[in-house]
């Protein structure tokens, strides 16, 4: 277009300027997910008119292709990956690709019940474990809480230091604002979000978040902590629990009046049932009060019932085969075979394997 300009008599027209409007890319992106540790993780991306585009996720440096994939997924690839595209100076909104990468079965063994035979000889076949274990996630803040992380985002109208309401390991003993000694279920060193200690005019919201762990696999899991909360008035104690490793999180248990005491710390045992199968989950501790008291929380752990293993033996030379965790009274013929056991979690189909030889 041009430009014309005038004052009074006098008027000058402008050069003509073109103007070139990019479109907007539509991008859209999807994955083989879920698969298990050490598959091949594929991410494709449509990027429409875009000629420039971009991955980001967890575990994941980045990708620059349309297509990208992760040629042996391990369980850091959990979580959300991001595809974008664009062309020139316009890029998509992004799009979000839940994945989820299940763990195979650990710890898995072969063993027979002896390893130098005659040919013709009996032997008795075990395999391990039974089941995955029980305890999903355990912490006792006694040392480095590794995966755990921590948010604060008081304010305050006041004059008080907001860093002070930050949830901050004490000792077992620690002398609260209300002037008692603080003592742990197990007498040992706790977390804790003091609201009293920035001062009048502040509002405390913090959070302490537990690593990404999964329900895959059990018929039944519970998250257990110890904790004393100390309420004034206005304040809740929240747990709270995301399903896409914190992406959004729902209410678990809301408490708005006091739990346990200084010296003697509650024990809560929420049922997180409703979350079975899920591969991602998170639990955090948030804390919103005004210029209030304080919330202690020690030894979290999430315990659950899991379902059994299903189990394949076979031989080689190819001539036995079993569906037994342990069978028994197994011919070997000819010496030497090699007995090799598939243990395989059948929530996920996920497996490991391993293997015993018997030499003559």
């Not at 895959?216 to 995301?242: K, M, P, R």
Request: proline share 7%; aromatic share 10%; glycine share 12%.
């Amino acid at each position: 277009r041009s430009v014309t300009c005038s004052t009074g008599p006098d008027e000058d027209v402008s050069n003509e300027l073109t103007l070139v409007v990019d479109p907007t890319p539509t991008a859209s992106a999807t994955s083989n997910s879920p698969i298990c540790e050490g598959q091949t993780l594929n991410l494709d991306g449509s990027g429409g008119i875009g000629t420039i585009y971009s991955w980001t996720g967890p575990g994941y440096g980045g990708g620059s292709n349309e297509d990208e994939s992760i040629g042996s997924a391990t369980l850091a690839n959990n979580g959300t990956f991001v595809f974008t595209s664009t062309l020139g100076s316009c890029t998509s909104a992004p799009v979000n690709v839940s994945v989820t990468v299940n763990p195979n079965p650990t710890g898995v063994t072969a063993n027979a019940s002896d390893l130098t035979v005659c040919d013709g000889d009996l032997v008795d076949l075990t395999s391990g474990p039974s089941s995955p274990p029980g305890t999903i996630l355990t912490e006792n803040f006694n040392g480095v809480a590794a995966g755990w992380t921590t948010t604060n985002t008081t304010t305050t109208t006041g004059i008080g230091d907001v860093s002070l309401a930050a949830w901050t390991l004490r000792p077992n003993g620690f002398v609260g604002p209300t002037g008692g000694a603080n003592n742990s279920n197990d007498a040992s060193q706790f977390y804790m979000s003091n609201a009293d200690a920035p001062g009048s005019g502040s509002t405390t919201n913090t959070t302490l978040v537990s690593p990404v762990f999964s329900l895959v696999g059990y018929s039944a899991a519970t998250l257990s902590f110890w904790h004393h909360y100390n309420w004034l008035g206005d304040d809740n104690a929240n747990v709270e629990i995301s399903t896409n490793g914190g992406g959004s999180w729902a209410p678990l248990v809301t408490y708005a009046a006091d739990q346990g005491t200084p010296t003697v710390f509650a024990n809560a045992t929420p049922s997180l049932n409703a979350y079975l199968g899920q591969n991602t989950v998170q639990v955090r501790f948030r804390y919103f009060a005004t210029w209030d008291w304080y919330w202690a929380i020690d030894n979290v752990s999430v315990t659950g019932t899991p379902l059994p293993y299903a189990y394949g033996w076979t031989s080689s030379p190819a001539y036995f085969t079993s569906g037994v965790q342990n069978p028994t009274g197994v011919t070997v013929s000819p010496v030497p075979t090699t007995f090799e056991v598939t243990v395989t979690n059948t929530a996920t189909g996920c497996f490991s394997t391993a293997s015993v030889a018997v030499n003559p």
